[in-house]
């Protein structure tokens, strides 16, 4: 009796051990401070002070061109906005303005604070401040949104065959969603 009294004495302690390890050293992803890494030539794109990061979503679309005769010039762009990097779960869609519209029909829109182009084949990379925050859900008191990790997206490097010859050039990128004093949760 005194053998299984000490076993389960035993086994309680190890419960209870390993119950508070996980307590004091497994912190869940949404309570984790998120820092994006930032190449030292984009430093002007951190977020100031006081934002966390409360989405992260996957964008994958065109941006669009047409031939002015003697360059391309920029035109609109269109994007579907995923979950995970494997471009699954459609929360959203970018486009110009530039806005962000989720799937309930809530939107954001930002203005351009700071560009930066790491890599001379992608479209840059974007700091915006939010300009416009329409109804609550996702981009619910969105303070700032970066556009990074870009690839394509930039305008041919011949010439077009004729004027206003539309070329619609495919993208993808990573957008991070701010607001004051908050955690990241999972869209």
Known sequence: MKFAIAIKK???????????????SNVSPAQRPFSVELPEQCSQLRVPEGNSLAYHVYAK???????????????????????????????????GGPTWI??????????????????PNSIPWLRLRTYEVDGVGMFSDTTFIQGLNTSGGMAPIYPGTYDGEPIAVPYTAEFFFYRAGRTQTQP
């Open 102 to 119: 989720s799937n309930s029909g809530r939107l954001v829109t930002g203005d351009k604070e700071y560009e930066c182009s790491p890599d």
């Open 10 to 24: 035993q086994m309680v302690y190890g419960v209870l051990a390993c119950a508070i390890a996980i307590t004091l």
């Open 61 to 95: 679309g065109v941006q669009e061109y047409s031939w002015g005769g003697t360059t391309w010039l920029r035109g609109g762009l269109i994007a579907d906005l995923f979950s995970d990097p494997g471009y699954q779960g459609k929360v959203g869609t970018h486009h």
